[in-house]
């Protein structure tokens, strides 16, 4: 039988569904009957899709553009001074 | 044929398939190893050599076939039953690479290994210089629904019948065929709707560039009840579309499939299955994907014309090769990787400074994520960011392709970004293995969540608090969220560009995903904001 502390360690396996079909049951029977490994693992699969969906640190169009063209400003005169 | 393109496609359940047929209709195996490793120099008649060439052109580069591939073809004595049925082949070719790796399948039989040689790889044709796109290719068929069954199935359910399947009036029992694919996959609605699936065909269409299909079922879903801006948004910007997380997931994994097959996995499925999507709807999102691919290959092998006047257009291949089933191959020991930036890649190695302009566009969001995660500073990040593109401008020359040109990107901005770090801080590094070895991670925060985050706050406010969260984090977990969560790069990309091995790499995943949840906790448990279980 598997302890919590082998459920979180093996977690982030398990959340991508990267753990061996026989690793699978134990972590299942374990989850079944323990609560808190319940909430623990629930919460993780939430906080990715939160995470993954969030959009986080996008840069802006109207951002992006003026870097770009500094940045190929500065790339042109490179390659004619090449 | 079939091997060739499965080995094109970077796909080794198909390469195992193929090989394993032809062993059994008794080809050598000596002689099939060399068909893999490169089929032009394989003693192949000049006229199966040219159908060759074709068919892999077809396959990877879709987009870039012309009106002159078939003249060559002609001028080779290849009948055009022949080409026709080589045009099928490449679009069954497409088909079940991308259901394979859709799937996951593995492979029937001990699997045939994939020569990294070059020789697929480099496949960029100059398309934007070639004349004569225009098709058709075939002779349309002129038969009225009444005279065959399958066009008046087309009739029935599409309010016509399209061009792509006229043209194939040479093969009347493959049209009837796929017409009974079109009605299993799209029309019956087993799990998904009717409307997921054709946003699905129009999605990977347009990263396709096929403009016909793009067409037709922009067409389909306006008169399914889409407004024309919505399809357009669809089209340009499915992300700037009003869908929910979930559908946006569902694009989100369906491109991945159809562009960066090398790149899917079981993480892409379990992305889906958090979303509240039942295994049955991802397989049916797989094969609507795989039809899809097969569709826009066989509309650019038979240059079908538009049935309506497209609601948009696409360039002849310039920015971006086309890529339906990307060649990737994952990195081997020494070989090449293929890669969506190769095109651009070389022509700046050829001197066409402009051309890096196409790759800037293409990965500056990533670079800049990048910075932020190690640098935990928008501003600072902006900065980073020109430093960045102008040391890969630099070094361009030396880019051999053996990792993908953005794998290589996003770890020259790491190395950026983490110099200036240690300038900044000169105590505060990423390097530091000890504690993700020794210190097992103990949830503090055993509070469950409400059954729907997402409802709780809108989604500004939701970016706003994972942005905080993730700033919160020390840098050598946020880089790794950023680039495995947000990014999706895979393991081993992830691992590639912060020069980390494997298993550092995951344990500091998980770390970073177990801090991340403790601190967004607070806000997203039973009880926050009036949240329900």
Redesign the interface.
């Known amino acids: 039988m598997i302890s919590c502390a082998d459920f979180i360690a093996a977690i982030g396996d398990y959340l991508d569904g990267e753990v061996a079909a026989e690793v699978r049951v134990q972590l299942e029977a374990h989850v079944s009957h323990c609560t808190t490994c319940q909430v623990v693992y629930d919460s993780a699969r939430k906080t990715i899709r939160v995470l993954t969906d969030s959009g986080s640190f996008d840069l802006p169009e109207t951002a992006a553009k003026p870097i770009a063209d500094k940045i190929m400003a500065r790339v042109r005169e490179q390659g004619r001074t090449s | 044929m079939l091997l060739t393109l499965a080995a094109a496609n970077g796909n080794t359940y198909s390469a195992t398939a193929h090989y394993q047929m032809l062993c059994l209709l008794g080809e050598p195996e000596e002689w099939l190893d060399q068909l893999l490793r490169d089929y032009r120099h394989s003693d192949l008649p000049r006229a199966d050599m040219a159908l060759l060439d074709f068919a892999v052109k077809l396959g990877v580069n879709g987009p870039a076939i012309s009106h002159e591939d078939i003249a060559g073809l002609t001028a080779q004595c290849c009948a055009s039953e022949i080409v026709l049925d080589t045009v099928l082949i490449a679009a069954w070719a497409s088909f079940l690479s991308c259901l394979s790796t859709g799937v996951g399948a593995s492979p029937d039989f001990a699997p045939v290994p994939i020569p990294p040689g070059a020789v697929f790889i480099t496949k960029a044709p100059h398309a934007e210089e070639s004349a004569h796109h225009a098709g058709p290719y075939f002779a349309a068929s002129e038969t009225e629904p009444e005279q065959f069954a399958p066009f008046a199935f087309f009739r029935e359910y599409f309010g016509f019948v399209p061009n792509v399947f006229r043209a194939q009036s040479r093969r009347p029992d493959v049209i009837a065929a796929e017409a009974e694919a079109l009605r299993l996959v799209l029309l019956v609605e087993d799990r998904l709707t009717r409307i997921q699936k054709e946003r699905i065909l129009l999605t990977v269409s347009a990263a396709n560039r096929n403009g016909y299909f793009v067409a037709v079922h922009s067409e389909i879903l306006g008169a399914l009840g889409v407004s024309p801006a919505d399809v357009d948004k669809l089209v340009a910007d499915y992300?700037r579309a009003d869908l929910t997380?979930a559908e946006?997931?569902l694009l989100d994994v369906a491109l991945k499939l159809a562009e960066e097959p090398s790149g899917f996995g079981?993480?892409d499925?379990?992305?889906l299955r958090?979303?509240g999507f039942s295994d049955e709807e991802i397989l049916e999102a797989v094969v609507m994907t795989s039809f899809t691919s097969f569709l826009n290959t066989l509309q650019f092998g038979l240059g079908a014309i538009p049935d309506f006047v497209p609601r948009r257009t696409f360039p002849r291949i310039s920015a971006k090769v086309a890529n339906l089933l990307a060649p990737k191959v994952r990195p081997t020991g020494d070989g090449l990787v293929t890669d969506a930036d190769a095109e651009a890649v070389a022509r700046v190695q050829r001197?066409n400074?402009?051309a890096?302009?196409d790759l800037?566009?293409r990965h500056?969001?990533r670079v800049?994520?990048t910075l932020?995660?190690i640098l935990g500073n928008?501003e600072e990040a902006?900065d980073a960011?020109?430093d960045t593109?102008?040391k890969a401008?630099?070094h361009l020359g030396d880019f051999q392709g053996r990792s993908k040109f953005s794998t290589w990107l996003v770890s020259i901005a790491s190395n950026t970004g983490l110099q200036l770090l240690r300038d900044r801080k000169p105590l505060q590094s990423l390097d530091d293995d000890a504690i993700d070895a020794d210190e097992?991670?103990?949830?503090r925060?055993?509070?469950?969540?409400s059954e729907d985050?997402?409802q709780l706050y809108s989604?500004a406010e939701?970016?706003g608090l994972?942005?905080d969260s993730?700033m919160k984090l020390p840098a050598k977990y946020r880089i790794v969220?950023?680039l495995r969560?947000?990014e999706?790069l895979s393991i081993e990309e992830a691992a590639t560009a912060l020069g980390l091995g494997i298993p550092a790499l995951?344990s500091r995943?998980?770390r970073g995903?177990?801090m991340?949840?403790e601190a967004?906790?607070p806000h997203?448990a039973v009880g926050a904001k009036g949240g329900t279980a």
């Open positions: 992300r997380k946006v997931a079981p993480q499925v379990t992305r958090s979303h001197g400074c402009d890096f302009e800037i566009n500056s969001r800049y994520r932020v995660g928008q902006r960011m020109q593109f102008l401008f630099r097992t991670f103990r949830p925060q055993i509070r469950a969540w985050p997402e989604k939701m970016c994972v942005e993730l969220l950023m969560d947000i999706q995951k995943h998980l995903r177990l991340l949840r967004l906790t997203f």
